[in-house]
C-alpha cells in the first residue's frame, strides 16, 4: 500500500513538470514570435522610408534664347543706272562691251549730230555778227553819237545769239554719250548703225565693287533692327564656305503696299573679295530679338497653378519644393525665367503637377540642353 501510493505521487510529480516545461516553451515562442514581428515591421517602415522617385532632372543655367530670321534675296549691285540718250539720230560709233570697266565721264558712244552742229556753226556766226555790232555801238555810245534805247538793243540780241549758241552746243554735246558714275557695263542695247530715238535706253552701269541685299522684313521684326547691326549673309554659290559678314546699310521708311513687309538693305564690304556676283542668291540672318545668357528651363517642367507659374526643385536632400516663378517668352522646348530661379539650380524636368511637394527622388538622368 505505501509502495502504491509512492508511485501515485512520483506520476504526478512527473506530469507536473511536463506541463510547467510546456508553459515556458509556449511563453519562449510568443516572446520570439513578438519580437520578430517587430523587427519585420521595423525593417518593413525602414523600406517604406528610403522608397525614392526616379525622375529627370535639369540644372538651370544660361543660354541664348535670341530669335533671327532668315531671308532669302539677290545679291544686287548698290547702284544701277540706265543710261538713255538725250537726243535721236544714229549710232556711229559703240566703244564698250558687256563687262567693261568703265570711269566717271568716260565715253561710250557716239550718235550722228551732223544737223545740230550745222546749227551750231550757224549760231555762232550769228553771234560774232553781234559782237562786232555791239561793239560799235559801244564806242559811238561813248561819244554820245548813240541813244541809249539803241545800246540796249544791241546788247539784248548780243545776249540772244550767245544763248543760240548755248543751245546747240549742249545738243551737239548731246552726241557723246558718256558714263555718269565709276562702274562697270552690265548691258549694251545699242549696235552702230541703229537709229534711236530720245530717252531710248542705251547702256546698263552698275557699282559692282558695292553689292547689297535687299530683303523684306515683316512690320513685327522690323522694330528691333538699327543700321550698323551685323547680319550673317550666306551664298548657295559659296555652299560649305562660312558665311560672310553683312552690315545694315538703310532701312527703308515705309511698308510695300502689297507685302507689307519693309526693305533692309545689307551692305557685303566682303564681297568682292568673296567673287561674289550680282544675282547670286544670298539667305541673310537677321536677329530680331537679342537675348543671349537669360535664364531658361525645358517648358514642360512649368506647371500652372491658381493663376501662378511654379516647377518642382529638386533640393540639397533630394526632395521635392514647390517654387514659384516669372516665366517669359517660350523659345523652341524652353521658356525664359524671369525670377525665381538661380543659374545651378535644379530642378524636375517634365510633368510637375504629378508630383508632390516633400517627396523624395532620384534623378535617372539628365536633360541634355538641346
Not at 77 to 90: E, F, N
Not at 344 to 361: T, Y
Request: with cysteine; charged share 25%.
Amino acid at each position: 500500500m505505501k509502495s502504491l501510493l509512492k508511485h501515485s505521487k512520483s506520476t504526478t510529480a512527473g506530469w507536473t513538470g511536463l506541463v510547467l516545461a510546456g508553459l515556458a516553451a509556449v511563453a519562449m515562442s510568443l516572446t520570439l514570435s513578438g519580437c520578430g514581428g517587430e523587427e519585420e515591421a521595423a525593417e518593413s517602415g525602414q523600406n517604406s522610408e528610403e522608397r525614392t522617385l526616379p525622375v529627370r532632372g535639369v540644372q538651370v543655367d544660361p543660354r541664348d534664347l535670341s530669335r533671327s530670321v532668315r531671308i532669302s534675296a539677290p545679291v544686287e549691285p548698290l547702284r544701277t543706272i540706265r543710261l538713255a540718250s538725250r537726243t535721236s539720230g544714229v549710232i556711229t560709233e559703240v566703244l564698250v562691251e558687256e563687262g567693261d570697266p568703265v570711269g566717271n565721264g568716260q565715253v561710250l558712244a557716239r550718235i550722228d549730230v551732223s544737223e545740230q552742229r550745222a546749227e551750231l556753226a550757224r549760231a555762232q556766226a550769228s553771234l560774232e555778227e553781234r559782237e562786232t555790232a555791239f561793239e560799235r555801238l559801244h564806242r559811238l555810245r561813248d561819244q554820245d553819237y548813240v541813244d541809249a534805247a539803241s545800246y540796249e538793243t544791241a546788247r539784248a540780241e548780243l545776249a540772244v545769239a550767245e544763248s543760240e549758241v548755248d543751245l546747240w552746243q549742249t545738243r551737239v554735246d548731246f552726241g557723246t554719250v558718256r558714263s555718269t558714275i565709276e562702274g562697270t557695263v552690265v548691258s549694251r542695247y545699242v549696235e552702230p548703225g541703229e537709229a534711236i530715238g530720245q530717252h531710248e535706253p542705251l547702256f546698263s552701269l552698275a557699282d559692282l565693287a558695292n553689292v547689297v541685299v535687299r530683303v523684306g522684313v515683316s512690320e513685327l521684326d522690323v522694330r528691333n533692327l538699327h543700321v550698323g547691326q551685323n547680319v550673317l549673309v550666306r551664298l548657295d554659290a559659296a555652299a560649305g564656305e562660312n558665311p560672310i559678314q553683312g552690315l545694315i546699310r538703310r532701312i527703308f521708311p515705309a511698308a510695300e503696299q502689297e507685302s507689307r513687309l519693309i526693305t533692309v538693305e545689307v551692305d557685303l564690304p566682303e564681297a568682292q573679295q568673296a567673287g561674289i556676283r550680282p544675282g547670286f542668291l544670298a539667305r541673310a540672318e537677321l536677329l530680331v530679338d537679342s537675348m543671349p545668357d537669360v535664364l531658361a528651363v525645358p517648358a514642360a517642367s512649368i506647371a500652372r497653378r491658381d493663376n501662378s507659374y511654379y516647377v518642382m526643385l529638386i533640393n540639397d536632400e533630394d526632395r521635392l519644393e514647390r517654387r514659384q516663378i516669372d516665366p517669359g517668352v517660350t523659345r523652341g522646348s524652353w521658356r525664359h525665367i524671369r525670377s525665381g530661379l538661380d543659374a545651378g539650380d535644379r530642378i524636375v524636368a517634365s510633368n510637375p503637377m504629378e508630383l508632390s511637394e516633400g517627396a523624395r527622388v532620384r534623378v535617372v538622368g539628365w536633360e541634355n540642353g538641346s
